[in-house]
């Protein structure tokens, strides 16, 4: 069971820590994404998962859920290199023009995150089965990464079931 910790335990942290348990208790599917304890950091702008997991503590809990999942997606990455090397290698070939340059890209982990984000919009689903698309239009950065997933989800979760046999059929 992923420890949800503060880190100055002020009011705002407070918050987004008893939001993230209501939803962990909630929704019991959330449990697969539960891999690392967590730290809600009000001294943070943006969220990030190495070392520790760290949340910015957004009063918007979609967005709480949403970075939680994001970021807890990058260590089943990071504890699955080989099989997100080989899904990177494809995804490489399917859209070899992907844009580098934040916010539209990401740097040099833009195929990356075609993964973290297209589990990211599943995860999502699961919990919210409404709103999910309008909700990640919404987002600022990493445009083109979730456009894509969006327009493409299909072909690119076939390619990630393909090469994690640990997600399920
Ligand atoms: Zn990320």
């Known amino acids: ?15 987004a820590k008893r939001k993230l348990e209501d939803y962990l208790q909630r929704y019991p599917t959330l ?3 539960s891999l690392v304890d967590v730290v809600i950091d009000s001294g943070v702008k943006i969220s990030h998962s190495h070392p520790v997991l760290t949340l910015v503590p957004h009063e918007n ?3 709480l859920v949403a970075d939680f999942i994001h970021e807890q ?3 089943f990455e990071a504890q699955n290199q080989q099989e997100t090397a080989w899904a990177i290698s494809i995804l490489q070939a399917m859209f070899p023009d992907a844009p580098v340059s934040y ?7 833009t195929h990356l995150h075609l993964i973290v984000c297209l589990l990211e ?4 689903e699961a919990v919210h089965n409404e709103m999910v698309e309008e909700f990640i239009n919404s987002y600022e950065h990493y445009t083109w990464i979730y456009g894509t997933v ?3 989800r299909d072909v690119i979760e076939a390619v990630l079931r393909f090469c994690y046999p640990q997600l399920g059929r």
């Open 1 to 15: 069971m992923t420890e949800i910790r503060t880190q100055h335990n002020d009011a705002a942290e407070q918050i």
């Open 31 to 33: 449990e697969r994404w």
């Open 61 to 63: 809990e979609w967005r």
């Open 73 to 75: 997606i990058h260590w």
């Open 103 to 109: 916010p539209v890209g990401a740097g040099d982990s």
């Open 121 to 124: 919009l599943l995860a999502l």
């Open 150 to 152: 969006l327009q493409n």
